[in-house]
């Protein structure tokens, strides 16, 4: 590699001169290669901890002219080849004309453009677009791939010195965390320790100090504890392994694998140090954090933060806190958590103004919005450019009004001494609060759609005026006034002073009449909901009258959802609920429908109208409760883990009960799915609903604390666990809200109250400041770093329960032990999973569907089977491996969708290792015939029309499988094919289930006739299977025999039916069908040697021109002597000496096939071309045959053929191998020698 030019003050410390001239030195690093001794170890010791270049180049050119002790470094390489190269392209290119020269330094200056000038030229030839990483950085990658073998797929996100304790000693060296894999390297003093772990493999990641170890990192996998410390900085460390952690795990949860966020802004000056993936990452951290605090929609993203102060007039303050600006929204956070959040829509300013900066206010910005209120912040650092900024945002943001055009919104930006007027209104706006008049906010064609125009509730109440209510309407009436006052000092709508004294209002209830309204404003809802006007009424037509699973679970569960409220007992609310939850279905297909999405859903219908109701879903399921409706409610786990945490931190002494008891995890999913809504009285659950939607899931958690906390004496005493769920859920049928004034509904819940005395009854209000008052220490950030904690253990054991089940799925009669089905299970998800990450340009990701069965989720393509096969099977075929490999591929995939799932691997493995002789020549055997046997190898396929009769050609479309026992699915398959397209009644149907209760073994005589071509390359892969057995000679002369036997055994079958005039059973004669010239003609030509740079015979896939020389030599005389005494007709002189092209099969018989043809094509020595006398007649036989039973017979008087095949091997130390080479676990190795695994 050419390097830019760089001082060299001591050349010879360390290094070793190995090449000179007058102007350059070629060096090595002293201790790489041959021997080094003390010195080696040293240096290779001080290049580890000291992260030499070197220890990736130990190859190095010096520039230096004669009178100079200064050296300049021109080039570098990680092998003596590649710095030969560039040696010998100075040595060309520059030797002469620097002699010309007369003065050093113009050398020195010629030789250093020349080198930036070749730099130049690589660099634009090879950079991508955008920006680049520092050289810095690039050169740690370089060492991370060349150390660990890792493909250039593999990102390097960032890099640290640590020390790793192996036992009881810190071993100093390097960590390096790249999108997949976590990897350490550390060589001290001939002590070489290399990890690699994937994240995807990690079960726990945590932080923490104990006595044995200082300040340290833990990363468990399921083998085994890494513990790493000494960090320089250990907070940044682990919040990025946090980062790739979580994203690993999002990758198994939902297959998205990771993409660099290209929409993420870019910094002016990239960092000396930092990869633009480690930038990425942080930006994509701040990003969720940013729309969390502020409830935005998901595509919002963070342009930048600075400090300010707010001028709150509510009580006169100018508080500090920072302003974050984003593409549609500019938002204000307090220092203090709860003195004011501010959230301001770029859809709803009109004027952006910079007022008169004075001591007592500097660099003062005022926005004004359309609903009459201006924001004043001050104290910013740079005002002129935020102005910029938002003006900028402003000009992009699109003014979309329900049936206007959309027109560019014309807010104005105005400077300091300028008259300011609000920009003119052409259409009428999106209003700015939920609260506005219904006909603004109706923003979907409702005539085609009969949808609820508003909530629920307010049809179906059937209660008189707020006065005859007496207490409660008076209650009520106190409730909105108190709101009303607050809207009118603090604001209405989205851009509401949002502060303590709102919390304190929504812990005191929410009016019914303002419910809707502010629980679209908490959520965020309300943002969405008018950015996408039109959006929910064309899901619902798009969804109408469509079929799938989730529509039919819905329609299941539609009179189950609140049957006890009025509203839900007639069609209107049912059908209302239909469509909000058949279009989020068709929104999400992911998520698709989850039970308890109902109840929610039945709830958010009763305050809001269709569309209000849709979007609070579409907050809750996507922003508020993450993962909660998947299909594994991973979410709800996620949540229940930190439950248990909880308990453990502030209810110890119950802690251990309820785990003795299994009470949480049964409880916790019916509170935290449907937010208490399903076990507590409607009235009191939805006052808890109002609190969530205000401050997130940390207050079903405080609840449900609160709940265990005030029945702690009666848990201690129970003895299991349906008499603590009793207790517990009479207790929650009598959380009362004596200030509702609907009227009570019944609970169903309230059946598990049983005779003896209720217990009494509990306000709502005071349970939730109980459960304020003592578990509020509770903050978001800490909650989301015990979710990811959390996640870890429940994705990993749900990774466990897919492979049990994936396993315990495979036949018993598979040969495998669990544990090798465990270990194989995952070798193939772990292929899966790094066509991924390093993955072809069509990625997998699509291919995974996490609501599949366990079995169906992992599926590896053809390339992916071939790499497998390669490392797994005991048939080792040298270069013909890959041709083996798709045939078993195409054998397996039995559906044609060029992908096999993990019961057809392990079928396909397991023909090759189970079994006796003939069951493993019974796979051997199929995988020459089609489907296996492709049309592009041979053209047998086109040809196995003229070979076989119609009978035999639809059993053999589908061959059965490898295993006994499995017959019956097989007969199903070739049963349906011979039926065609004629549309079977369904006593086809009922004979097909009849066999396949049947256990049918797969008997020889099932297998069809195989013709000339096929045996031809049936012996060609024997060949190539033998070349790396200790028997190899043996079993060449062996086979030798075999196949002469054979083929003289087609030839007298032939003459036999020919004498009688009968056909055989398999094959068509001549004159009953002659076959087609086409295919013919192909056959024969694919027969003959290929020519030198034949591309047609490359394309076959079965000729390997590279194989060594030596070894078919060994092929050639393995069974040169086999013809001697052979009753063929004697081959002409000159061919029978030329040894290269001479065989065992030449004791074929003449009137069946050339020998040369079959000679050159079945050994495939180095590719020469044969003479033309070679190839004169080589044709294929249409009439030969030979069946399974005559192979297998000829086999069988050959026990050095018989041994190979019974000969046991254990696919334990393949599977440990390949584990090695996907990097599935991490492997430590202790090496003496410097060198070793450089």
């Given amino acids: 590699m050419w390097l830019s030019p760089e001082e060299v003050l001591v050349a010879n410390a360390l290094w070793v001169t190995e090449r000179a001239n007058p102007f350059f030195v070629l060096q090595r690093r002293r201790g790489h290669g041959k021997g080094g001794g003390l010195t080696g170890l040293l240096v290779g ?201 979580n994203l690993a795990m999002r990758q198994l949860l939902d297959s998205e694998g990771f993409l660099e966020d290209k929409v993420l802004p870019r910094p002016v000056r990239p960092h000396r140090n930092i990869s633009a993936l480690k930038r990425d990452l942080d930006a994509r951290a701040k990003n969720e954090c940013y ?85 004043l912040f001050a104290n910013l650092k740079d005002r002129d450019f935020l102005v910029q900024r938002i003006s900028d945002f402003l000009q992009k943001t699109p003014s979309k009004q329900p049936g206007s055009i959309v027109g560019s919104r014309k807010a104005s930006v105005v400077d300091t001494n300028t008259e300011s007027s609000p920009a003119p209104q052409e259409v009428p706006e999106q209003p700015a609060s939920p609260a506005s008049p219904l006909s603004s906010r109706q923003s979907f064609c409702a005539q085609e759609v009969p949808t609820a125009s508003q909530g629920l ?91 799938s699973l989730a529509t039919e679970e819905i329609e299941r569960d539609l009179h189950r959802s609140m049957p006890e409220h009025p509203a839900f007992q007639n069609e209107l609310g049912i059908a209302a609920l239909r469509r909000v939850l058949t279009a989020y279905a068709f929104r999400n297909p992911t998520i698709g429908y989850c039970q308890a999405m109902n109840i929610v859903t039945s709830v958010l219908l009763l305050y ?100 265990l906390d005030a029945n702690m004496e009666q848990l201690l005493g129970c003895s299991d666990e349906g008499e603590a769920m009793t207790m517990l859920g009479r207790y929650l049928d009598n959380v009362v809200n004596k200030q509702s004034v609907s009227p009570p509904i019944p609970h169903l819940h309230a059946l598990l109250t049983s005779g003896d005395d209720p217990p009494a009854e509990v306000d709502i209000f005071e349970l939730l400041k109980v459960s304020y008052e003592k578990f509020s220490s509770l903050r978001a950030e800490d909650i989301e770093q015990m979710r990811f904690k959390q996640r870890l253990k429940v994705i990993q054991s749900l990774e466990d329960t897919a492979k049990r089940s994936v396993v315990r799925a495979i036949p018993v009669d598979i040969g495998f032990s669990i544990e090798e089905l465990e270990d194989l299970y995952m070798v193939f998800k772990a292929k899966h999973l790094a066509s991924q990450y390093w993955g072809s340009s069509h990625t997998v990701a699509g291919r995974r569907d996490p609501s599949l069965p366990y079995l169906e989720q992992y599926r590896i393509d053809a390339s992916q089977f071939r790499e497998l096969f390669a490392s797994l099977t005991p048939w080792a075929c040298g270069s013909h491996m890959p041709v083996l490999a798709g045939r078993m591929f195409r054998l397996l995939d039995k559906n044609k969708d060029s992908l096999i799932n993990f019961k057809e691997f392990v079928t396909g493995m397991s023909g090759m290792y189970h079994g006796d002789l003939t069951e493993k020549l019974k796979v051997l055997y199929k995988l020459h015939l089609p489907p296996a046997l492709s049309p592009e190898e041979a053209e047998s396929a086109l040809e196995a029309a003229h070979y076989f009769t119609e009978d035999s050609s639809s059993e053999e479309a589908l061959p059965q499988e490898e295993q006994e026992g499995s ?113 013919h003609q192909d056959a024969a030509r694919e027969l003959q040697p290929p020519a030198a740079g034949d591309p047609q015979a490359k394309a076959g896939g079965d000729t390997h021109l590279g194989k060594a020389p030596q070894e078919s030599q060994v092929v050639v005389e393995g069974g040169s002597g086999e013809g001697q005494g052979s009753p063929s007709q004697p081959l002409p002189d000159d061919e029978a000496k030329d040894d290269t092209s001479m065989s065992s099969y030449s004791v074929v018989s003449t009137g069946s096939l050339q020998c040369e043809d079959l000679t050159d094509d079945t050994v495939l020595v180095g590719g020469e071309a044969c003479s033309p006398t070679a190839r004169i007649g080589g044709t294929v036989d249409t009439d030969w045959c030979i069946s399974f039973e005559q192979i297998l017979a000829s086999i069988l008087t050959e026990s050095v053929l018989v041994n190979f095949f019974e000969k046991r091997v254990d696919i334990g130390l393949k599977i440990k191998d390949q584990k090695k080479v996907e990097r599935q676990f991490s492997t430590a190795s202790d090496h003496e020698q410097p060198g070793a695994s450089s």
């Fill in 45 to 245: 010791t001080l290049d580890v901890v000291l992260d030499s270049s070197a220890r990736v180049a130990p190859y190095r050119i010096l520039h230096q002219t004669q009178d100079s002790q200064v050296y300049w470094t021109v080039a570098c390489g990680s092998s003596r080849k590649e710095i030969t190269k560039h040696w010998e392209w100075l040595e060309n290119n520059l030797l002469q004309t620097l002699s010309i020269f007369d003065s050093e330094e113009d050398i020195t200056t010629f030789v250093k453009g020349k080198i930036h000038g070749i730099i130049a030229e690589e660099n634009k030839n090879l950079q991508p677009q955008g920006d680049e990483d520092p050289g810095k950085f690039k050169e740690a990658e370089l060492k991370m791939r060349k150390q660990f073998g890792m493909p250039e797929g593999e990102k390097l996100v960032n890099y640290y010195s640590c020390s790793y304790w192996k036992g009881r000693v810190p071993r100093q060296g390097w960590l390096y965390l790249t999108v997949n894999h976590l990897c350490f390297y550390s060589f001290l003093l001939g002590k070489e320790v290399s990890l690699v772990v994937q994240w995807v493999d990690i079960t726990r990641l945590e932080k923490n100090a104990t006595l044995l170890f200082p300040e340290s990192i833990r990363v468990d996998t399921r083998d085994q504890e890494l513990f790493f410390s000494m960090f320089l900085n250990i907070g940044e460390t682990f919040k990025l392994m946090e980062q790739l952690a």
């Fill in 608 to 707: 809001g109208s269709e569309e209000e109701a849709f979007w609070l879903l579409v907050a809750l399921c996507e922003r508020m409760l993450p993962d909660y409706y998947n299909t594994r409610v991973v979410g709800a786990l996620v949540d229940q883990g930190i439950f248990e945490e909880l308990t453990r931190d502030f209810l110890p002494q119950l802690s251990e009960k309820m785990q003795d008891l299994g009470v949480i995890s049964s409880i916790s999913l019916s509170w935290f799915l449907t937010l208490f809504l399903s076990v507590m009285p409607f009235e009191s659950a939805v006052v808890i609903v109002d609190c969530f939607f205000y401050e997130g899931i940390k207050v079903i958690l405080q609840v449900a604390l609160a709940v």
């Fill in 457 to 547: 509730l307010k049809l179906f109440q059937k209660n008189s005026p707020m006065e005859d209510l007496g207490a409660k309407g008076a209650k009520e009436k106190m409730k909105e006034e108190s709101w009303h006052i607050h809207f009118f000092e603090y604001g209405r709508g989205v851009c509401m002073y949002r502060t303590a004294k709102t919390r304190a209002l929504v812990l005191k209830g929410i009016p019914e009449s303002l419910r809707g309204e502010l629980w679209l404003l908490f959520s965020g809802a309300w943002n969405e909901m008018v950015t996408h006007p039109g959006y929910y009424a064309e899901l619902v037509e798009k969804s109408t009258g469509k079929y």
């Fill in 291 to 375: 729309r969390a605090t502020f409830r935005l929609p998901r595509d919002e993203r963070l342009d930048g933060h600075t400090s300010c102060t707010l001028w709150t007039p509510f009580n006169k303050l100018h508080i500090p806190g920072q302003m974050f600006i984003s593409n549609n929204y500019i938002c204000f956070a307090s220092k203090e958590e709860d003195a004011c959040h501010l959230i301001i829509p770029l859809r709803e300013v009109t004027i952006v103004e910079k007022a008169d900066s004075s001591s007592v206010l500097p660099s003062p910005l005022s926005i004004s919005t359309k609903s009459k209120m201006t924001f």
């Fill in 967 to 1079: 017959g019956g699915e097989d007969v199903q398959e070739k049963r349906g094919e011979e039926k065609g397209t004629s549309s079977p009644d369904y006593r086809h149907y009922l004979r097909m289930w009849a066999k396949e209760k049947e256990a049918q073994k797969e008997t020889i005589k099932d297998l069809p006739k195989m013709n000339q071509e096929q045996f031809i390359e049936l012996c060609k892969t024997l060949y190539n299977m033998f070349s790396e057995d200790p028997m190899e000679q043996d079993l060449y002369h062996a086979i030798a025999t075999v196949a002469s036997l054979l083929l003289r055994i087609g030839e007298v079958g032939k003459k036999f039916s020919a004498r009688t005039g009968r056909k055989p059973r398999d094959c068509a004669t001549e004159e009953d069908e002659p076959p087609a010239p086409g295919p």
